[in-house]
C-alpha cells in the first residue's frame, strides 16, 4: 500500500508522456525510441522526455 499512490502517479505521468509522443511531430523511429525508452525506465525515461523530448502540436501562425 505504501508504494500504490506513488506507482500509479508514474503510471499517469508514463501514460501522459506517450499520448503526447504519439501526437508530436516527430519522425516516426523518434517517437518509438522516446515510447521505448518511457517504457523501459519509467522515472528516468519520463523525466528525460520531459525536459528534452519532442513536443506534441501546436498552433503556429
Do not use: C, H, K
Amino acid at each position: 500500500m505504501e508504494y500504490g499512490i506513488l506507482g500509479l502517479l508514474i503510471l499517469v505521468a508514463d501514460v501522459y508522456a506517450i499520448i503526447n509522443i504519439v501526437s508530436s511531430r516527430a519522425s516516426l523511429a523518434a517517437r518509438a525510441l522516446w515510447t521505448l525508452l518511457v517504457l523501459v525506465l519509467p522515472i528516468v525515461g519520463f523525466l528525460v522526455w520531459f525536459f528534452a523530448g519532442p513536443r506534441g502540436t501546436t498552433a503556429t501562425t
